[in-house]
């Protein structure tokens, strides 16, 4: 017991030891990153609070962290402008107020529905903003879109917010309050019966709550959050454009936190977490990032339904249950045959990417540390080899694994 | 007139056409539930596989191979994706077709690059079939006429006549009724969804060089597909068929027309507004400028005010 | 036992027709306060219907639900439990992914007053929670209290759904077939549970197990395509010769 708090306590200052490394660090890259982070997380909390908590399939969030986001950008020109005295501190509650605003109005309609239909109108709802922003340049800046100034005078700390670590520390501040508030939230009475309302609406009702009531406050809470997030978003970027709103920028957030585990109160922070690694870092290596990033999704939702988080939480429980020695085992069959799958199918993605998409095919191309010819058979035949090799190796790790699969069944039976 | 005539020809044509990815999405969920985000996504496989067999071979050797190809990957995802997060529910479902989307669109960037590529209308049929007030009207559209009306008939046959046909109808009134009768249900599932999927292929066959044929076709044609199917009641045919044809023809006609607010209050004899201030374009907006808000708007009135849809019976 | 006490449940000419079938054909009927009234009826005959017609499930086609002085027909099915009347389902009918104790939380949230509120923590509510573990050890799941109720026994689960239902003090309580796919063990057990649970309430229960009728309720009703045929004690209802041929007569 002992030896597990002083673990938590040493896991605590060790985070907020790398939270705040920016503020003594010069590195960009690093403040930058978790500058995104704070973002990202907060906007991916507030998306559980739909897809984790009352079982909302969103398609749609995005419109209300660009709610947020717009909100802030005029404000922080007003501020700058001398048209308002608000300390620039206080823009994320504004983008807040924006997100509940939306969510308000649009809820009452959204919500009616749970399912795919809920899901379908979140789309619909997403297109017509989306496609109404482009209409009117006036207000949502067109192609180039709206910008602001972050640098005003009316501040609460007498920070000019001019360097990134000043900025970061603002962002960190207000992501870590939203934290602390949704899990505060989720553990509500209203967090209890939005998980009621997940599980089993129909019985709710014959408890005595309306699950439309439920769903439409959580709709507006998880729309309060995301404007929030929107508005750190504008003070770390300073611009933005309408397409904010669209589907991309909502279906990033729904893959960053089912990723993470939608099971999880903190499965989001995970999900940011690695999303915005494999962004930040991927897209440097390979221009066919997107592809393996909706490979891993995939993955993910076939494999592993609870996200990478379960995967973590669940790694204990099975080292308990089955000994280290078979883990290991397992760990030997499994590991060389996911390995030259996944190196194989990396060889075949990008030799096919550089084969149709740069300028002249046969340019080296860098892969795996050395210069390849696309145009080489020989590359080609490489790569197909360690698929087929990945492929034999999964049949016969499948044989070798199926004993303890019928073991399992029965009692899969007994339990439902 | 003319121009009217001649839009609500075209809106027709794209109606059918529509209507062709709209019959397999209404039937695919009708009977499993699960409303295929991908499906659009297969439409642009089939525009992507017939360029690639037609600059193989010909136009013709696409029309047949391609839609078979995307049926058979269609079964493929049916069988070793669909099947496997089914136990996981609905929104598991929806998410998978999601992803599948996703990634499908990375893979035709992947592939066949960001830009357009050159599928073009077969040379056999690039004449003007005949012309009203001078304007052509090729013999390719035409010719997607024909297929569109064949596709619908043959739809209508196989409903009516063929076993499959009637249990599947059975299921779009019944959906719980499938499983009381002791069919071979997933093996039913895996030729529906197939066979949803590869229509959605011949229409991409078909509609990719009457249209353009880009990776982001999918994303277009997916969005307006699903508001015809909520729109015309989730698991309609019937209703799919109509919300086609509507919003087909009111996208074309509103393309086909210019005029503003301004114009309106001119016309009125007032003085034009001032176009400063925010939400100016208000005034200037042309229903050409409209056309892709329009689907959106009118299935949020919609949903507003009969959350059923057009035809509907279900509401989730 | 005859008293002129008014009825906790009236019903007035009910009528349900699901498009041109008539499932139920007028029923009238009053249940007295702190009664054990028992429905029974072939398959099909329309008792769930009739179940679900009252908790507000389906809206009735015609006719009148009285709860008490109120008219609840046609009303949702939240409002009616708000006015006291609470129900269990015949397929267990719990929050799969949720534990023991927070399924019996729920349960016991609106009636705790704690509404939709947002500002505080769940577990602040003391006299819920103990409450909640009163309950939990009345249906004799205290060991199983932290389990996911997805992964409980089927027995379980049904005493789970049956404490769910009684939490919070409703005055009427409906149960749809409690004793559906138990052994007989198990039935036993959880009649005496049922007897307990009933002192003070006015409980409404369909079931098809004879034995646990003839030994629970003091009042039994008939149901036979859509009407009510019958209705007495359990004694008169074994003599009466028209119950017997259409009901009693087929099942023996």
Redesign the interface.
């Known amino acids: 017991m002992t030896r597990s708090i002083s673990l938590l306590l040493l896991g605590l200052l060790a985070l907020s030891a790398a939270l705040l490394l920016p503020l003594v660090s010069d590195s960009r890259f690093l403040t930058l990153f978790l500058t995104q982070l704070a973002v990202m997380v907060t906007f991916a909390m507030s998306y559980n609070v739909l897809l984790g908590q009352t079982g909302l399939l969103s398609f749609g969030h995005a419109v209300y962290f660009g709610g947020g986001v717009f909100a802030a950008l005029y404000l922080i020109t007003a501020i700058g402008g001398g048209a308002l005295a608000l300390p620039l501190e206080f823009v994320p509650l504004g983008g807040a107020l924006a997100g509940l605003a939306m969510a308000a109005v649009l809820g009452l309609v959204s919500v009616r529905r749970a399912g795919t239909t809920f899901a379908m109108i979140s789309l619909g709802m997403a297109e017509l903003i989306t496609a109404a922003a482009m209409v009117f340049p006036s207000v949502f800046g067109g192609e180039q879109g709206v910008s602001t100034d972050r640098m005003v005078d009316v501040t609460l700390t007498g920070l000019g917010y001019g360097r990134p670590s000043e900025i970061y520390l603002l962002v960190l501040v207000w992501a870590l309050v939203s934290v602390a508030l949704m899990v505060f939230l989720s553990r509500s009475p209203l967090g209890r019966m939005a998980n009621a309302v997940r599980d089993n609406p129909q019985r709710v009702e014959f408890l005595g709550y309306d699950p439309y009531w439920i769903r439409f406050l959580q709709f507006c809470i998880a729309g309060t959050f995301a404007g929030l997030a929107g508005s750190l978003f504008a003070l770390t970027f300073e611009i933005a454009n309408a397409e904010v709103f669209g589907l991309r920028t909502s279906a990033n957030v729904l893959i960053a936190t089912y990723l993470g585990g939608i099971t999880y109160v903190l499965g989001p922070v995970v999900g940011a977490f690695v999303v915005l690694l494999l962004e930040l870092n991927l897209a440097r290596i390979t221009d066919a990032w997107l592809f393996y990033y909706g490979l891993l999704f995939l993955a993910i939702i076939l494999f592993a339904p609870r996200g990478l988080t379960g995967i973590l939480a669940g790694l204990p429980g099975a080292l308990r249950r089955h000994g280290p020695a078979s883990c290991l085992r397992r760990a030997l069959v499994w590991g060389p045959a996911v390995l030259s799958g996944l190196v194989g199918g990396v060889m075949l993605v990008e030799l096919s990417y550089h084969l149709s998409n740069s300028f002249d095919p046969s340019d080296p191309l860098r892969l795996f540390w050395r210069d390849v010819d696309a145009t080489n058979w020989g590359v080609w035949a490489l790569a197909l080899g360690a698929c087929a090799l990945s492929a034999a190796l999964v049949l016969r790790a499948r044989r070798g694994g199926r004993r303890p699969q019928v073991v399992a069944a029965p009692m899969v039976e007994e339990g439902s | 007139m003319d121009t009217f005539a001649f839009a609500v020809v075209n809106g027709l044509l794209y109606g059918m056409l529509l209507f062709m990815l709209a019959s397999g999405l209404t039937l695919i ?1 009708s009977l499993m ?1 699960v ?1 295929n985000f991908a499906h659009a996504s297969f439409f642009m496989l089939g525009a992507y596989f017939a360029f690639q067999l037609s600059s193989v071979g010909n136009f013709w050797l696409g029309l047949v191979l391609a839609p078979l190809l995307v049926g058979l990957l269609g079964a493929t995802v049916e069988r070793y ?1 669909l099947r ?2 089914h136990r ?1 529910g ?3 479902e ?3 077709t ?3 989307a ?2 499908i669109e ?2 035709v ?6 830009q357009p590529v050159p599928y073009r209308i077969p040379e056999a049929l690039d004449f003007p079939l005949f012309s009203i007030g001078g304007i052509d009207y090729s013999a390719y559209r035409g010719f997607m006429f024909a297929i569109a009306v064949l596709v619908f008939l043959g739809l209508l046959a196989l409903l009516k006549r063929t076993r499959v046909g009637l249990m599947v109808q059975a299921a779009l009134s019944h959906p719980d009724v499938l499983w009381a009768l002791g069919h071979n249900v997933p093996r039913l599932f895996m030729l529906v969804f197939g066979g949803g999927v590869a229509l959605a292929g011949l229409a991409g066959v078909i509609g990719g060089n009457y249209l353009v044929t880009e990776p982001g076709m999918a ?1 277009q044609m997916g ?1 307006i597909l ?2 015809i199917v ?1 729109f015309g009641g ?1 698991g309609s045919l019937l209703g799919a068929f109509l919300a086609s044809i509507l919003i087909g023809i009111l996208q074309t006609l509103m393309v086909a027309f210019d005029g503003t607010l301004t114009d309106l209050v001119v016309g009125l004899g007032g003085a034009a507004p001032q176009a400063t ?6 005034w200037t ?1 042309t229903p050409a ?2 056309a ?2 329009l689907p ?2 009118l ?2 009135v919609l ?2 005010v009969r ?1 059923r849809g057009l035809l509907g019976t279900r ?2 | 036992m005859m008293t002129a006490s008014a009825p906790a449940l009236s019903i007035r000419d009910l009528h349900k027709d699901f498009g041109a079938a008539q499932i139920i054909r007028g029923i009238s009927l009053d249940v007295r306060e702190g009664s054990f009234h028992a429905v029974i009826g072939p398959n099909g005959a329309g008792k769930s219907t009739f179940f679900n017609l009252i908790s507000g499930r389906f809206a009735p086609t015609s006719g009148k639900i009285l709860l008490g002085d109120t008219d609840i027909s046609g009303m949702r099915p939240y409002r009616i439990n708000r006015l006291g009347l609470s129900r269990s389902f015949q397929i267990t009918n719990i929050f799969n992914e949720m534990s023991v104790f927070e399924n019996i939380r729920c349960a016991l949230m609106w009636p705790g007053r704690a509404g939709y509120c947002f500002w505080r923590r769940a577990s602040g509510y003391r006299r819920i929670g103990a409450e909640a573990e009163r309950l939990i050890d009345e249906i004799g799941l205290s060991a199983r209290a932290g389990e996911k109720a997805g992964n409980l026994s089927y027995a379980e689960q049904r005493a789970l759904e049956v404490g769910m239902t009684i939490a919070g003090d409703a005055r009427v309580l409906l149960f749809d077939e409690p004793t559906a796919g138990m052994n007989h063990n198990e039935v036993e057990q959880f009649a005496g549970f049922l007897r307990k649970v009933a002192v003070g309430r006015t409980v409404m229960m369909v079931e098809h197990d004879m034995n646990v009728v003839f030994s629970l309720a003091d009042r039994v009703s008939v149901l036979v395509y859509g009407q009510i045929i019958a209705t007495g004690t359990p004694e008169e209802i074994r003599q009466d010769p028209a119950v017997r041929e259409a009901y009693l007569g087929a099942e023996a």
């Open positions: 969920f539930g409303l994706g496997v997060v996981h609905h929104v598991a929806l998410l998978f999601f992803g599948l996703y990634l990375e893979l960037r992947l592939v066949w690059g960001r994303h969005t699903f508001v909520v989730l201030g925010p939400f100016h374009e208000i907006i400028n409209l892709p808000v959106y708007l299935l949020v949903l507003i959350p509401e989730t």
